[in-house]
């Protein structure tokens, strides 16, 4: 047992894994090895050592850890979203190493409000008089519901009764919420009447919902958010957007189509915009609703807020993220935005380097999506590596395997690593990735 778990393959998984995890996997492969009347020697001892990698490397794979994003998608909502920029992970460390001012006002020496922390950026960024974040959109959404609607009604157009990924279903949201949904208009058009009709003096919100993931085309009527809100300023009741994604910018900048942004939502005259951290901002894990002042004091003020409150860790990484928002060549260090601003030339240059140094690869006009339910079905021009192989989905798994996995695309009988989502900081390690598969 001792020499065997001073290899030097077993001593390196001790490092992360444990020694006493380590140990486990070791007797559980003796035990079998006796069973089953292994090898004995320095063989047998090869044997169980790579059989004990092979247990430990899946065990390990269990764990979180970094993996590279070669499919194309940008938000991925199952490998993270929004990875963060150095400027939030120093800000992470900074105030996550030691204590902070988190509930803590410096200026009078007394308790304050963690959320406080990031209402100046919040404002700054999306125009609004107030804003406040929660643990994630789906929770903003929860909070405003259940401050505004409890008991009461809520008019949602018919083609936005939305299901997003990961069971977000929004006639079910507003049912958790304790208020009754009024559907108005058909899946494919809605026009202003039917809110007109609708209303009654049980109303408590008129709500909008990014449609996320799907579009509708052909024979359709919407209704803008300007005419929503008009209506709703007639009638006394207030209009919420759930946006989903949450444009900060204007994506045609990035030669997307227009997608309406957070500030322009807010002109609109809509009373409380909700959004992700994790989308378009390309921050951390965090919801946002930003709007009207006195609206926002309410959700402040729901003892619901302490269930869905964001952690110090988010409120750091989230209040770095927005001050890199405040210009366009800091707002290039996100992630996020260097993916997208990413130029077929970069994509190119990259490409030769990837075909020069390894034969046989060969590179793919691609495209590439944002992805977290931002701009459905419009894509970005990108560029993939095409692995020729017989048998992709072995060549794919090898890959989910390697260290960092990297997580490519299956297309056509083909595999394909989209050079947009892999950062060039990765290419070394995806060409690493590749020369093993040999
Ligand atoms: C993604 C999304 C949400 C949920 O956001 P989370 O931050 O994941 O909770 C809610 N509504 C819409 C329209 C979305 O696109």
């Not at 979203?81 to 996550?96: I, K, M, S, W, Y």
């Not at 789906?138 to 259940?146: F, G, N, Q, S």
Request: proline share 4%; hydrophobic share 45%.
């Amino acid at each position: 047992m001792h020499r065997l778990l001073e290899t030097p393959a077993l001593a390196e998984y001790q490092s992360f894994l444990g020694r006493e995890s380590v140990k486990r996997a070791v007797e559980r492969e003796l035990d079998r090895a006796r069973v089953s009347g292994g090898e004995a020697g320095t063989d047998g001892m090869h044997a169980i050592v790579a059989s004990v990698c092979e247990r430990l490397d899946s065990q390990r794979r269990a764990t979180l850890m970094r993996a590279i994003n070669a499919t194309g998608v940008i938000v991925h909502t199952n490998l993270g979203r929004a990875p963060l920029a150095a400027e939030a992970l120093a800000a992470v460390a900074d105030v996550g190493a030691g204590y902070s001012n988190l509930e803590y006002d410096l200026e009078a020496g007394e308790r304050g409000s963690r959320y406080a922390r990031v209402t100046g950026p919040l404002r700054e960024l999306t125009g609004a008089q107030d804003a406040l974040a929660v643990n994630n959109c789906a929770a903003a959404v929860l909070l405003i519901l259940d401050t505004f609607a409890k008991g009461r009604e809520v008019v949602v157009a018919r083609g936005q009764l939305v299901e997003i990924g990961g069971g977000f279903r929004l006639p079910d949201v507003l049912q958790r919420g304790g208020a009754t949904l009024v559907e108005v208009g058909t899946t494919n058009k809605v026009y202003v009447e039917d809110y007109e009709r609708a209303l009654s003096p049980r109303t408590a919100l008129l709500l909008r919902t990014h449609p996320s993931n799907y579009a509708i085309a052909g024979f359709t009527h919407d209704v803008t958010g300007a005419e929503m809100a008009r209506l709703g300023a007639r009638a006394g009741v207030p209009v919420v957007e759930d946006l989903g994604s949450g444009a900060p910018v204007d994506l045609a900048e990035y030669g997307l189509p227009h997608e309406r942004t957070i500030r322009e939502a807010l002109g609109d005259g809509i009373s409380l915009v909700a959004f992700s951290g994790d989308k378009l901002l390309g921050g951390p894990q965090a919801g946002i609703v930003a709007g009207r002042a006195e609206l926002v004091a309410r959700l402040r003020n729901n003892p619901l807020l302490r269930a869905l409150r964001v952690d110090k860790t988010a409120i750091a990484a989230l209040a770095a993220t927005l001050q890199l928002h405040r210009s366009p060549e800091t707002r290039a260090r996100i992630p996020l935005y260097r993916m997208l601003g990413a130029t077929m030339e970069d994509l190119w240059e990259r490409a030769r380097r990837y075909c020069d140094a390894i034969a046989g690869l060969r590179t793919v006009e691609h495209r590439a999506v944002v992805g977290g339910g931002a701009l459905p079905g419009s894509t970005l021009a990108s560029l993939a590596i095409a692995v020729s192989t017989d048998d992709p989905g072995r060549v794919a798994a090898a890959l989910r395997r390697g260290k960092p996995p990297v997580v490519a695309r299956l297309d056509d009988g083909r595999v394909l690593l989209d050079l947009r989502t892999i950062a060039p900081e990765e290419d070394g390690e995806v060409l690493a990735a590749l020369l093993a598969l040999r």
